[in-house]
């Protein structure tokens, strides 16, 4: 690990939830929202959440989840139009990893599919969606906004259980689980054979933790939602825990936010306002426009070059796993 541990902690030891070693050391004291600790184990290069005290996943993230997290640094509170409105233009990594695989008869299920901001973008090029999605606001968005057939139940117990797709696909939902080696067991159920599963977990090798040592973004990295940290080690467990051959295993290395998020975090020791500037392409405004299209191409030059970088090191903010059900 290249992330600030306290080997010598006298707090007391927990199980590693991947491999149940006891051995570990500490990321995280405190959490951005919640109370409880971040471990990590060597064993098995995971970090893990150690919570004070249980929650409802059910009922969290029904009602509650979207109360506390949204695209603004400070305000928490969001709604399923605003998610809709915000991250639909930045599905470019997703798009550009599945949409070979997509056909006009393809059935694909999304699971944790938020407000649809992925899906909009597909719907009418395949031949059926469907969505789980726990929050009760979202799922009620993605059937009467976006005419997307969702359940809010967990997939299990949902209206699609027993169906199989031809892609199924979770992005930013395996570390909010408590088991995911069972979760993505529960993905391959509704997969046919020779489909193909699509997960998207955040990267705990993140450039601003791992290349930079930004103290201020570690303390807003961890918090009371995510109850795993991924490693691509630890991810590739996971698979094959689930039964994945090496094989049918493929991890990439993707990066979300750009040179200039990571720049305004590395001088100002905090987040922008919001995730915009952070995730758009770089387009400078002023009076003089010719300046400014002009450091606008060279600053995309150079974040195009920051990314290859980052994924060369395979410090990015996410991984996505491809896993071939054969």
């Known amino acids: 690990m290249n992330q600030e541990t306290d080997l010598k902690s006298e707090l007391p030891t927990a199980t590693c939830p991947l491999c149940s070693s006891v051995i570990s050391e500490i990321l995280a004291h405190q ?38 997290y949204s695209h603004n640094a400070e305000a928490a509170a969001t709604h399923p139009r605003e998610i809709y409105r915000v991250y639909k233009n930045y599905q470019q990594d997703r798009l550009h990893h599945i949409s070979p695989y997509l056909t006009a008869g393809s059935r694909l299920l999304e699971v944790g599919a938020s407000a649809g901001q992925f899906l909009i973008h597909i719907k009418d090029k395949v031949g059926e969606v469907n969505a789980i999605e726990l929050d009760n606001a979202c799922c009620a968005f993605l059937g009467s906004e976006l005419g997307i057939e969702a359940d809010a139940e967990f997939l299990q117990n949902s209206r699609f259980a027993g169906q199989t797709y031809d892609v199924v696909c979770a992005f930013q939902v395996i570390e909010h689980v408590e088991q995911p080696v069972e979760f993505l067991k529960t993905l391959v159920q509704a997969t046919k054979k020779g489909g193909l599963i699509f997960i998207e977990a955040p990267n705990l090798q993140d450039p601003l933790l791992a290349l930079w040592g930004n103290t201020s973004y570690k303390n807003f990295f961890y918090h009371s939602a995510h109850f795993h940290y991924f490693t691509e080690s630890s991810l590739n467990k996971v698979a094959r825990d689930a039964g994945f051959r090496p094989d049918q295993i493929e ?47 060279e ?21 996505l796993m491809k896993l071939r059900h054969d």
């Open 31 to 68: 959490l951005r929202r919640g109370n409880g600790m971040v471990r990590y184990c060597p064993s098995c290069s995971h970090g893990y959440l150690v919570l004070q005290q249980s929650i409802d996943l059910k009922e969290y993230y029904g009602e509650l989840y979207r109360r506390e």
């Open 251 to 297: 991890i990439s290395f993707t990066q979300d936010y750009n040179v200039l998020n990571h720049l305004h975090w590395i001088m100002n020791n905090g987040p922008q306002a919001d995730c915009h500037v952070g995730l758009s392409e770089i387009n400078l405004r002023g009076p003089n426009q010719e300046i400014a299209a002009w450091l606008s191409e």
């Open 299 to 319: 600053l995309r030059v150079v974040n195009r070059k920051y990314i290859s970088k980052l994924i060369a090191a395979k410090c990015t903010s996410n991984m």
